[in-house]
């Protein structure tokens, strides 16, 4: 077998994810002074949540968790990959390109669903409007994904990591070229969101052949391989379906509120920056080599990776989730004050991102242990604890409401998601030592979290030494890059004296990735 370089791997994909976060961030940056909080802008990100919701329940969340895992297996043996992966795609194809034609029809029931606050007010005609635009992009980005998952599984991570770039290049230049030429700007967003679907599936589709699966458009067939498929998938499914209940509780919750949509949108926005970066990037990673040290029977080899991508993870959740909840009003009113979004939305994003960052850690765990389950193709275990986390969601957005009001789904979401992660922990400790974090991780994880601490206290002192630069014009970018920097240094300072990292890991992963 050969393995996948794990820690090259993570830095790979997390280079490529930080890249795409980055130009999301513009992305948020440029809807936020162009468009802003409010009824234009709640539509937009109703309607863009749809074709996001659908790609995660059927195509990166369900689909990739079993088709994953087994094409890793086919592909380590030599077990006729290619007519594996040509089935699968033919069967995804058809019951997305389903999916599509009957989304576009019913649009308003689909709005009226999971934004039913808009009811009555002219956002919800204009999330209908923008919505029937931009599904098309769900049927891109699901055959993308399939593709992702070949690549990933090969072991080739850059292409598929780099894709979603592709989004926000092409939506900032459409917003950018709106303004410039003095027309709406979000006609030009919703237009372009389709055409970079498709330029991301043509990305992958080529890196796909170039890696030797040369896949074409055909007739489905439910061979008995398509329906062990779908058997696995289907649990993933409702995993993920649960998930997007969660989300869809906490829109419709927020969509009461004038403006609420788009403030935790754009929180959101702030806290999936470490998630994707780290988040993602492990669990790209960390599944096929799970699944294949399991298929050789190298249980210790398991354990070692699973140990390893859990303190890579902690070692950078960790400080930005106490950076979050430290000094959330720079952060915010740095990257998103401007033009229409003033003050008020400011420190009402502010506060969304504090709450999301006491979960970031939870979010970015499940992606750690998740591949457990799906290496072994278990897909029941986590819709349980998926569902049993639903019930506590949504019992929490709606029934915080009078205490927290629009800022329950945020505090809803981040105590889910630790109850979540707890399931997770307890349902592997059945699986043996292959499961189970080793001595390293735990001694670690202890320094990660004191480092971070004291960056955190050493972050409100700087903030508050900083505060009258942060609000004086240009000054205030070098004040936040200041502030970065500050805390950038005491984390792997302080981390590096106590043994929560040793930088030489990360010079030895460089020369690997390299090699």
């Known amino acids: ?207 796909a052949g170039r890696a030797g699966i040369t896949l074409r458009p055909g007739l489905p067939r439910l061979t008995p391989d398509m329906k062990q498929l779908v058997k696995v998938a289907l649990p993933a499914a409702l995993a993920m379906g649960v998930t997007q209940v969660n989300l869809v509780v906490g829109q419709i919750v927020a969509s009461g509120y004038d403006s609420a949509v788009s403030w935790l949108s754009l929180a959101d926005r702030l806290y999936q920056l470490p998630l994707g970066v780290v988040g993602i990037a492990v669990g790209i990673v960390l599944l096929p080599d799970l699944a294949r040290r399991l298929r050789a029977g190298d249980d210790l080899g398991a354990q070692d990776a699973l140990s390893r991508a859990g303190e890579f993870s902690l070692l950078l959740t960790v400080p930005s989730a106490v950076a979050f909840i430290a000094i959330p009003l720079p952060l915010v009113s740095v990257l998103y004050e401007r033009g229409a979004t ?61 205490l927290f009001g629009w800022l329950s789904p945020a505090v809803a979401a981040t105590v889910a998601g630790w109850i979540m992660v707890l399931q997770l922990w307890l349902g592997a400790r059945s699986m043996g030592d292959a499961a189970q974090f080793d001595t390293r991780f735990k001694r670690r994880s202890l320094r990660i979290f004191l480092a971070s601490v004291a960056m955190g206290l050493v972050l409100i002192l700087a903030a508050n030494a900083l505060a009258p630069a942060l609000a004086m014009g240009y000054w205030r970018y070098l004040a936040l890059l200041a502030l970065i920097v500050i805390g950038a240094v005491t984390y792997f300072g302080i981390g590096q004296i106590i043994g929560a990292l040793r930088l030489s890991d990360f010079k030895s992963a460089l020369r690997r990735g390299r090699a």
């Not at 079993?66 to 019951?95: C, I, T, Y």
């Not at 003095?182 to 967003?189: E, I, K, N, P, T």
């Not at 006491?358 to 457990?372: E, R």
């Open 1 to 207: 077998m050969k393995p996948i370089k794990l820690l090259s791997g993570f830095m790979t994909v997390g280079f490529w994810t930080l890249a795409s976060r980055i130009l999301g961030f513009v992305r948020e940056i440029l809807i936020a002074a162009y468009i802003g909080p409010g009824p234009v802008g709640d539509a937009f990100y109703a309607a863009f949540r749809l074709p996001n919701m659908f790609r995660r329940f059927f195509a990166e969340g369900a689909f990739n968790a079993a088709f994953v895992p087994m094409f890793a297996k086919r592909w380590e043996a030599e077990d006729n990959p290619q007519g594996f992966a040509q089935e699968a795609f033919n069967l995804l194809a058809v019951a997305v390109l389903g999916l599509t034609g009957l989304g576009m029809v019913f649009m308003p029931a689909l709005v009226w669903a999971t934004a039913g606050g808009f009811v009555g007010d002219a956002r919800f005609d204009l999330a209908v409007g923008f919505g029937r635009v931009v599904f098309p992009y769900i049927l891109c980005m699901s055959l993308a994904a399939l593709f992702s998952g070949i690549l990933n599984a090969t072991g080739r991570f850059a292409a598929a990591a780099a894709a979603p770039v592709l989004l926000n290049i092409f939506t900032c230049a459409a917003m950018i070229a709106g303004a410039v030429l003095g027309q709406d700007v979000v006609d030009w967003l919703i237009w372009v969101i389709p055409l970079a679907g498709v330029a991301q599936l043509a990305l992958v589709w080529i890196a």
């Open 342 to 402: 003033g003050p008020d939305d400011v420190a009402a994003i502010a506060l969304a991102v504090a709450v999301y960052g006491v979960g970031l850690p939870a979010f970015v765990l499940q992606k750690v242990l998740q591949p457990l389950y799906f290496a072994r193709e278990d897909t029941r275990s986590p819709f349980r604890y998926a569902l049993m986390a639903m019930v506590v969601n949504a019992a929490l957005a709606l029934g915080l409401q009078p």
